[in-house]
């Protein structure tokens, strides 16, 4: 992380930090050149989208990858209490005999 700024001590002295914080990126150049690197990270962003059914322009495969997504998150919060309540009764029917 890098050192606070003197003026706000919450602020990082860069003014855009990328995904990863090692990378950094400063807003130096032509603004030919900044544009050029915008246009190039767009570009990569709709690549990077257009892979995804989350987004995708028919509708059932939109509505199945959210349905994936629903079904992960609700195995991901659900399987521990299913497992709870198959494991206390018999950690009690042991310890109650």
């Known amino acids: 992380m890098n050192p606070p700024n003197e003026s706000n001590p919450y602020r990082s002295p860069n003014p855009v ?5 090692s990378e ?3 807003f130096s150049g032509s603004p030919e050149a900044r544009i050029a690197r915008l246009e190039q990270q767009v570009f990569e962003l709709e690549r990077r989208l257009s892979k995804s059914w989350v987004f995708s322009p028919t509708f059932f495969a939109r509505s199945f990858a959210i349905l994936g997504h629903f079904f992960v998150a609700y195995m991901i919060i659900a399987l521990p209490f299913i ?12 310890a109650l005999k």
């Open 17 to 21: 930090e990328g995904p990863d914080s």
């Open 24 to 26: 950094s990126v400063t």
């Open 83 to 94: 497992f709870l309540s198959f494991l206390l009764p018999l950690l009690l029917e042991g």
